[in-house]
């Protein structure tokens, strides 16, 4: 199960993320979180101590220059298509409440085509993680849809959007599951959150045209409180945590 967890900026990826993860992990599963997102929050929300003292991958210069075989900046020179990157999860991978996470950093854009070494690093490591690994990967993606390289993108099996109720997180969501379907994604999965009333999750409900409609998870004071806390561990109340149940319920049912 390799899911991509996409959405508009500050719908609720990270969050969900961290609650999918923390159910797989509880239930069994060997789960790999990935923050593929470059402002890096995930640690942070999964409630790793001093997430701050994790070198995001990116920012490994002595390993970029290992693998790759040339400087981590340089650009136009040649370097090696496919490093060996199997055995980084393992080394690289911060452990805590039964989930790896990996932390990606900033993948630079450089404009089309920019061959950088410290990219290519991190792409075949995502392929790795995406193509070779039995764990279930969840990866929390950056906000939008315009960072979605197509390659990465192909390689996950499910995508879900998360959705606030606004027009905007719709518009966005709607982009992402057209992109989706561009690149042959069979699985697109929508979750409602921070949802206040019946009327706004069927809002949503009424307006998404696209993917599978899952859950619609209730805005929670418990997990505003937790993101004002000095650990910064998602702290899910009864009723989300029900909610997550349930959307792992309907995903694992299409695998
Ligand atoms: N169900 C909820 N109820 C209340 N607050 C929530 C809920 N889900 C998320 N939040 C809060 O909303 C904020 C944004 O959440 P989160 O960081 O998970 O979103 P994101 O989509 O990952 O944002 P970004 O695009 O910046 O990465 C956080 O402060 C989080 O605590
Ligand atoms: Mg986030």
Not at 105 to 113: E, V, W
Request: aromatic share 4%; proline share 4%.
């Amino acid at each position: 199960m390799k899911l991509a967890i996409t959405g508009k900026g500050g719908v609720g990826k990270t969050s969900l993320t961290a609650l999918l993860a923390l159910s797989f992990a509880r239930a069994g599963r060997k789960v790999i979180a990935v923050d593929a997102d470059p402002a890096t929050t995930l640690a942070r929300t999964l409630g790793i101590p001093n997430p701050e003292s994790i070198t995001p991958i990116s920012e490994l210069h002595e390993l970029i220059e290992e693998r790759m075989g040339v400087q981590p900046d340089s650009i136009g020179t040649f370097f090696r298509l496919n490093p060996k990157v199997d055995d980084l999860p393992e080394k690289y991978w911060v452990e805590h409440d039964g989930i790896r996470l990996l932390i990606m950093g900033t993948i630079s854009r450089g404009g089309t085509g920019c061959a950088c070494p410290a990219n290519a690093l991190l792409k075949a490591l995502l392929m790795h993680l995406l193509i070779a690994r039995d764990e279930v990967v969840i990866l929390d993606m950056e906000a939008g849809v315009e960072h979605l390289g197509r390659a990465t993108a192909t390689a996950v099996d499910a995508f879900i959007i998360v959705l606030e109720p606004s027009r905007q997180s719709i518009e966005t969501g709607r982009k992402i599951a057209q992109l989706a379907k561009d690149i042959s994604i069979k699985r697109i999965f929508v979750v409602g959150n921070k949802v206040r009333s019946e009327i706004e999750c069927d809002f949503i409900r009424e307006n998404v045209d696209f993917g599978t409609m899952t859950i619609c998870l209730p805005y929670s004071d418990e997990v505003v409180l937790s993101a004002m806390e000095g650990s910064g561990r998602i702290k899910p109340a009864a009723d989300i945590v029900d909610g997550i149940e349930k959307l792992k319920e309907t995903i694992s049912k299409q695998y």
